[in-house]
């Protein structure tokens, strides 16, 4: 396989001037990834900073009423509540092995934003998030968040105000502050290597999810299941089962309020291959080729890309993407909570949901894992408008 | 110095020109027509054409707004319509289409290529598509497509870089003028100097430079060491203010008015 590319997706699509950094930061990943003090560093601060490893809880109410063995990964019980954290440490890193003094980022529902702060806030680097003026309005909790942890909050608002135009502000502050500057990508898209970085750094996910399943079944899961939006959730749970056939992996996309272009983000499921914000992979776009419209009830995967390893495991059979809409979702949210006590995010609750809508189609007694990315209090605000909790 | 047979006889319409940079339909077609019928009139004929997006990552604010309202519009037959009507009424320029990669690849790149290529586009520059992944380029239209690649240097690419590019170069060179997205005014003419001076040595090709370029009074000084200086944001500036300011602004860039 081409350097850069899963098949024919993936590459460097950004103007000339930002490569030169982009190959700085490919040789600093791979000497940073040799250097045994830092990765005997960030296995520390992954275990008593993160809490890791994360449970890996047998749902048991779920399990009798669905008829599986159901369990959920509980990256939402990380510090700072979602698997971002894994991310964001592992890139404050080699940000610092680096020398870089200013973090930028990106942020959609603000779980990346929180988790850059926070690994900002304790390498004492300056941080500052891309946040789309909309998520400000409905991620309200995290923006407070991010604030107290020192970062600062840039509300952007061109275009529909939400995590595309968050990522395209971000290259475009990194293309006028090189020399200074670290931008920490949350998702495992946009140029190589950072689908690379991030996957590296998210499949400890699927790394402990294979070893405590086989301690607790003594044999591998039927399916897996994962909510995908730029998708390292999702490619983090994936990556460690991607040989082992006999595992069916499944990621969830959001397909909002129906099926027009405009009102869903299920790029993999209904998107054609283009080329948007560094990488050639699936993308929702017009006929004329302008990015679309997109609409999610969770600003983490309103977004109308997706991490090129995806588009190829879509290509070569290997993964099956699907979509469920926002109704099953808060309907996934409410089963999550009252059956189990867990308060998931409404972009978790979309791998749920997809569960909940296909379990009486398996084969009975399937073993299950879902990738519970994140936690949902950032969601209250949503859900109780939309009715839920009365 | 490298002789490239591939050169035309150094472009005579864009030889120490200002390049007006015109974002088609943009407010709409009609004043892209008065603004190329008025660089024709002026002598402007060597055109930056820019094909709007909706997300446009190196440009800066004022491009960024024009593009992406422009955007939900645009369609490239009738921007077609319009340069062959001007052609078939004896204007002739040389247009180096300037669009982001998923426009041109959703609309089929050879196709639309080969279209354009009637009407006076003899450039295509990608400001999404880096020299590094020309592989791509390559896929997307032939090598005997009449439309010329144009890549974009900067100060900041080493110098092996800088002549891997420069071998692969057949037309021009788009020097981005600073590290940033278009509409700012920072840069130095002495670096700016030192990379065209670095490209010369290396092979007798144009550099046209780009970003920042405000007037005429900021294109000269540029224009005594490079074969052309690109003005967009300004341009749509004026535009945003009225066609007639534009078209007024098009006179100062050439000299016509001060």
């Known amino acids: 396989m081409k350097k850069g590319y899963f098949g024919q997706f993936g590459g460097q699509f950004v103007p000339q001037t930002l490569m030169p950094a982009l190959k700085e930061l490919e040789s600093a990943f791979i000497a940073f990834k040799k250097d045994k003090t830092i990765q005997t560093e960030l296995k520390d601060l992954l275990k008593h900073y993160v809490g890791r490893p994360s449970p890996l809880y047998f749902s048991r109410n779920l399990s009798s009423k669905l008829g599986h063995r159901i369990y959920l990964k509980r990256e939402d019980l990380n510090h700072t509540g979602s698997h971002k954290i894994n991310n964001t440490l592992g890139q404050i890193l080699l940000a610092r092995f680096m020398g870089k003094k200013r973090i930028i980022a990106e942020t959609g529902a603000g779980q990346h934003g929180v988790a850059t702060a926070t690994a900002a806030a304790l390498m004492g680097l300056e941080c500052i998030v891309y946040m789309g003026a909309e998520d400000v309005d409905r991620q309200r909790p995290n923006v407070e968040r991010m604030k107290l942890l020192g970062a600062t909050v840039i509300a952007v608002e061109t275009g529909s105000r939400t995590l595309k135009e968050a990522v395209t502000e971000t290259f475009k502050d990194w293309l006028s502050n090189l020399s200074t500057t670290y931008y920490l990508l949350g998702s495992a898209m946009g140029p190589y290597p950072y689908p690379d970085i991030v996957r590296h750094f998210q499949q400890i996910i699927g790394q402990e999810t294979r070893r405590q399943i086989l301690a607790a079944e003594k044999k591998l899961p039927d399916l897996v299941l994962a909510c995908v939006g730029g998708g390292s959730n999702a490619i983090g749970i994936f990556a460690p089962f991607r040989k082992d056939l006999s595992v069916r992996l499944m990621g969830v996309e959001a397909g909002g309020r129906g099926a027009p272009l405009g009102e869903h983000c299920s790029t993999l499921a209904k998107g054609k291959p283009g080329i948007f914000q560094g990488s050639y992979s699936y993308l929702l776009y017009t006929p004329s080729g302008q990015i679309a419209d997109t609409h999610s009830i969770s600003a983490g995967l309103d977004y109308p890309g997706v991490g090129p390893e995806h588009s190829w495991l879509k290509d070569l059979g290997r993964a099956e993407y699907v979509s469920v809409t926002d109704d099953e979702v808060l309907n996934a949210f409410q089963t999550l909570c009252r059956s189990e006590g867990i308060l998931p995010a409404l972009e978790s609750s979309h791998a749920v949901a997809h569960l909940i809508k296909i379990a009486p189609k398996l084969p009975p007694d399937q073993i299950i894992v879902v990738n519970l990315s994140g936690r949902g209090d950032k969601d209250l605000g949503i859900v109780l408008a939309a009715g839920l909790g009365a | ?258």
């Open chain 2, 1 to 258: 110095m490298l002789l490239d047979w591939g050169l035309k006889a150094m472009n005579s319409f864009m030889k120490k020109n200002v390049i007006p940079y015109i974002l088609a339909g943009y407010p709409d077609l009609e004043a892209t027509e008065i603004l190329l019928r008025q660089c024709h009139a002026l002598g402007l004929t060597f055109i930056e054409l820019g094909i709007p997006f909706s997300d446009p990552s190196a440009d800066g604010p004022v491009i960024q707004a024009a593009a992406s309202i422009a955007s939900r519009t645009f369609d490239f037959m009738r921007l077609y319509q319009l340069l062959k009507k001007l052609k078939n009424e004896g204007l002739t320029f040389e247009f180096t289409m300037m669009t982001y990669a998923n426009p041109l690849y959703a609309a089929g790149t050879e196709k639309t290529l080969k279209l354009f290529s009637e009407v006076g586009v003899e450039g295509l520059l990608i400001p999404d598509i880096p020299f590094e992944e020309r592989h791509f380029i390559s896929m997307l239209f032939s090598k005997k497509s009449p439309v010329k690649n144009v890549w974009m240097i900067s100060e900041n690419l080493s110098d092996d870089e800088l002549s891997v590019i420069v071998k692969h170069s057949h037309y021009y060179l788009y020097l981005v003028s600073y590290l940033g997205t278009t509409g700012k005014s920072v840069h130095s003419l002495d670096t700016l100097k030192k990379v065209i001076n670095k490209v010369k040595a290396k092979k007798d090709i144009p550099v046209v430079v780009g970003f920042g370029i405000r007037s005429k009074a900021d294109a000269d000084p540029i224009l005594e060491f490079a074969d052309g200086a690109i003005i967009g944001t300004q341009l749509i500036n004026q535009l945003n203010s009225s066609t007639d300011k534009a078209c007024l602004f098009l006179k100062t860039l050439s000299g016509i008015v001060p």
